[in-house]
């Protein structure tokens, strides 16, 4: 009878061994996500971010800061390294900064709460949270989340996010269409948590001039020597119309003019350096990731700078997500 109590002691011990060294439920590790969010003060992370959302495959360097609980700094640099742009959230605003040519836009703004970061953290962390038609799977090494989306792009409506076991850090974001077909891509190479942070390190001023020093003005050749660009994408029942060519006090100025049920204009001309790195104050706008820039939304138009080249989207009909898909688009040789 003792030797029968023995055993049976020692197989409940076994299996609570066995139960404590096995894998986590997907309880759990909400618990622990939903920790790790409430505990942390912040985090540096580096980045390489891969687009198929235009005609050629574009790569860039992405690098974040963050100090619990508003302050962040977001850095993007394209493959050529000619040229980048700056997200800063500090208690003066959201900027956004083109430090090659001087620009910088001040917004007041839910950024970046009012829709999905791939390259944040806590909001990864929050589409998993939210999702309640989440899936879950683990191999290894990583935890595996395939969650819906809240991306200003509504054509990204899906994404997977993949997070180290040891850890939860962050390790690939893929987000894809309604098709799955990947077209972003993020691979973290690496992440610090709970990281220090210097004063001005969210500064306006001290990051523009910072990254001026390592960085050579972009700009374009004159335009009537270079390609004009051209949306791959317009609204049903929208079609091209006009191109006309204007002289400005910047130089040539190409305005493109599509008609039907949707019009807008498509305004493109030589990026300038401005004079004077005082923000431009936005009253009623949002900044908008297009994926290979940061654009100006506001009401009725939309402007971003790329490869030295100023490009303004106006319409009184367009929604938001028709204009940044537009935007998204123009990098056509043709008119479509």
């Known amino acids: 009878m003792k030797k029968a109590i023995w055993f049976a002691t020692l197989g409940l011990l076994l299996s609570m061994i066995l139960v404590g060294c096995g894998e986590k439920t997907q309880e759990d590790i ?116 395939q969650t819906n989306t809240n991306y200003q792009n509504k054509n990204l409506s899906t994404q997977e996010i993949k997070l180290n076991k040891k850890d939860l850090s962050p390790a690939q974001v893929k987000i894809m269409n309604a098709d799955l077909e990947v077209l972003v891509q993020l691979d973290f190479t690496n992440f610090e948590w709970n990281a220090s942070f210097n004063e001005g390190d969210f500064d306006m001023e001290r990051n523009m001039t910072g990254a001026q020093m390592t960085e050579e003005p972009a700009m374009a050749e004159p335009l009537e020597a270079m390609t004009v660009y051209y949306p791959m994408y317009t609204p049903d029942g929208t079609q091209f119309d006009s191109s006309r060519n204007i002289e400005s006090e910047n130089g040539e100025r190409v305005v493109l ?69 537009i935007a998204s688009s123009v990098y056509g040789t043709e008119e479509k």
Do not use: C
């Open 257 to 325: 003019q599509y008609m039907g049920e949707q019009p807008f204009t498509l305004i493109q001309e030589q990026s300038q350096v401005v004079p004077a790195s005082t923000p431009m104050n936005m009253s009623s706008g949002e900044p908008v990731d297009l994926g290979f820039t940061i654009g100006v939304m506001t009401e009725e138009s939309l402007m971003w700078s790329y490869n030295g080249v100023d490009f303004f989207l106006a319409s009184e009909n367009l929604s938001a997500e028709e204009m940044m898909s």
């Open 30 to 145: 909400m618990t622990d996500l939903d920790n790790k969010l409430s505990e942390m003060t912040g985090y540096k992370a580096k980045s390489t971010m891969t687009l198929e959302t235009g005609k050629d495959q574009q790569t860039y360097e992405v690098d974040v800061w963050h100090q619990v609980k508003s302050y962040y700094r977001v850095a993007l640099q394209n493959e050529n390294k000619d040229q980048s742009q700056i997200i800063l959230r500090n208690d003066d605003g959201v900027f956004v900064l083109t430090p090659a040519l001087n620009k910088s836009f001040r917004f007041q703004s839910d950024w970046p709460t009012n829709s999905s970061q791939v390259y944040l953290y806590e909001s990864l962390i929050q589409d998993i949270l939210m999702d309640p038609e989440r899936s879950f799977q683990a191999d290894e090494d990583y935890y595996i989340f």
